[in-house]
């Protein structure tokens, strides 16, 4: 056999290894993307849409994302099945299903699916309001809510003051003129 076509044919079977996997990938993401909407993991479709409305409520969208468009609905899902005891998901539960009850009757509205983000924002507002034990989870999802807002990496990265790679220490200047007044990522 000669050498040369030999070496040309490896060189071409080289090519087609290589460039194959990349024009799939270019014609994959030629497609249509349909956004497919959120099924909760470990909460019920009822109990995840009322904690849609819960987090939005926390953290409603202004200049920034609200807490729903920086997926906190999802983490909080993950994060409850995943890293939570029993005792706590079955609080984290029990108190979204008393939220979606209360908008019920308030709203006079028959079914979770029927609500709407007016109806739900001022029972959470109720619920962290509230004194005593029974309303005590509430606070919780507000301090889990905040927290996974924080750390997502949109937040991080476009919102709060981030900085991938620290420069020099300047101690004397005021967080306005080196932030801009946000605070910094974590």
Same mark, same amino acid.
């Not at 001022?122 to 109720?126: A, G, L």
């Given at each position: 056999?000669? *050498? ?19 024009? !799939?990938? &270019?014609?994959?993401?030629c #497609?249509?993307?349909?956004? =497919?909407?959120? %099924?909760?993991t470990?909460?019920? +479709?009822e109990?995840?849409?009322?904690l849609?409305y819960?987090?939005?409520s &926390?953290?409603? %969208? ?22 939570? @005891? +029993? ?9 979204l299903?008393?939220? #979606?009850? *209360?908008?019920?009757a308030?709203?006079? %509205?028959?079914? !979770? ?5 007016? @109806?739900?924002e001022?029972? !959470? *507002?109720?619920f962290? =309001? #509230? ?10 999802i *507000?301090e ?14 476009? !919102? ?7 420069? =020099?220490? &300047?101690?004397?200047?005021?967080? =306005? %003129?080196?932030?801009?007044?946000? #605070?910094?990522? &974590?």
């Open positions: 056999m000669d *050498r040369r076509k030999a070496l040309m044919q490896m060189g071409m079977s080289l090519g087609y290894v290589v460039a194959v996997p990349t024009f !799939v990938s &270019i014609l994959q993401g #497609a249509d993307k349909k956004e =497919e909407a959120w %099924k909760p470990f909460f019920t +479709a109990q995840g849409s009322t849609v819960v987090v939005d &926390i953290l409603p %969208k202004t200049d920034t994302p609200s807490a729903s468009e920086a997926n906190v609905h999802v983490f909080l899902d993950g994060f409850a099945g995943n890293v939570m @005891d +029993a005792k706590q998901q079955g609080d984290f539960k029990n108190t299903d008393a939220m #979606a009850q *209360r908008a019920l308030k709203s006079n %509205k028959k079914e !979770v699916a029927e609500l709407t983000q007016q @109806d739900v001022p029972v !959470v *507002r109720q962290l =309001e #509230a004194k005593g034990k029974e309303n005590a989870f509430a606070k919780k *507000r889990l809510t905040i927290w996974g807002y924080k750390c997502n990496e949109y937040v991080g990265e476009k !919102v709060l003051a981030y900085l991938p790679v620290p420069g =020099e220490y &300047i101690a004397c200047e005021s967080v =306005e %003129k080196l932030t801009k007044g946000k #605070a910094w990522s &974590i």
